[in-house]
């Protein structure tokens, strides 16, 4: 760890966490708010660098995240992909020599296939380098836009988002089953029951979700169970997919909640998996990357 400690901060567009890391890495402090990179004005960052300083120390910062993208603090480009730990920390952008680093994210630009992530890279290295996960395999980073990522050798070779949570959210706000889709979901029969209709037909998901409606009309699916099913229509349909990209234990980063729900569409898969806390792994990343050029 740095000499002085360090304040990590995992910067999404919407919240934030942070991590007070003591001289033997241990966290200190944490806390989570709502000032995401769209609750900062553009000038304000400085100012923002200046008051986590004020309230946690002067300490050296090391953020993740969305602080690092076009509608961030500063732009620190993509590391395209296979991308390493070293790699990573050798493109950081030290905003502030010594004192401020904002980690840059991963694409894929070759090809057909393109896709980028910021933020789960520190999580993914952090996984890897505590012995959460196995360095080959795949790892899954579920959340809004989940992220499937394939592992050779504790390098991440390639990976695919996909908007499972952002969908579910428009279905429940915006569609013809928002009446319905009431409550959380949960892993109960209704939603083992959804993924197991899209992992046998992943590519009829949209007919599978406008059946969901069918269901309750005919009776064949209680309106309290919707929200349940439909999670599982979609998460079931991720599942499907992101399985593709390789074979291996999958390894599922980030809040239990989520990563339960995961873990049941892989038990009905029939993929074998390990479930890792995200806050662990994130805080495992910042640890790993210090080390690197302390």
């Known amino acids: 760890m740095h000499g002085n400690g360090l304040i990590a901060v995992d910067w999404g567009t919407t919240n934030r966490r942070i991590f007070v890391l003591g001289v033997d890495g241990s966290v200190e402090q944490r806390e989570a708010d709502a000032r995401g990179v769209t609750a900062i004005a553009a000038d304000g960052f400085p100012a923002e660098m200046a008051e986590l300083r004020a309230r946690f120390g002067d300490h050296p910062l ?3 995240g969305m602080i690092g993208s076009t509608r961030g603090w500063k732009e620190a480009p993509y590391v395209a992909c296979p991308v390493t730990l070293p790699q990573l920390s050798e493109r950081m952008l030290w905003v502030e020599p010594g004192r401020t680093a904002i ?3 991963a694409c ?4 057909e296939l393109v896709d980028v992530m910021r933020g789960e890279e520190v999580q993914v290295f952090g996984a890897v380098a505590a012995g959460l996960i196995e360095p080959d395999g795949l790892l899954c980073h579920p959340g809004t836009h989940a992220k499937w990522v394939r592992l050779e ?10 908007m499972t949570g952002e969908l579910f959210a428009l279905l429940r ?61 979609l998460i079931g349909a991720d599942v499907a997919t992101g399985l593709d990209l390789g074979p291996g234990s999958v390894g599922l980063i980030g809040a ?10 892989l038990d009905e898969s029939g993929r074998s998996h390990q479930e890792v806390d995200g806050e662990e792994a994130f805080v495992a990343g910042a640890r790993a990357l210090v080390e690197t050029f302390a």
């Open 62 to 64: 090391l953020l993740a």
């Open 103 to 105: 980690v840059p994210g």
């Open 108 to 111: 894929i630009a070759g090809g």
């Open 153 to 162: 050798a504790g390098a991440i070779t390639g990976f695919r988002t996909f």
């Open 173 to 233: 706000e915006h569609s013809i089953l928002s009446a319905q889709m009431i409550g959380d979901s949960s892993d109960c029969s209704a939603f083992r029951e959804g993924v197991r209709r899209s992992l046998d037909h992943p590519g009829a998901l949209t007919s599978h979700l406008f059946g969901t409606r069918a269901r309750i009309l005919l009776g064949k699916l209680k309106e309290e169970d919707a929200a349940s099913y439909v999670s599982g229509l």
């Open 256 to 265: 239990p909640a989520l990563t339960g729900l995961y873990a049941a569409a």
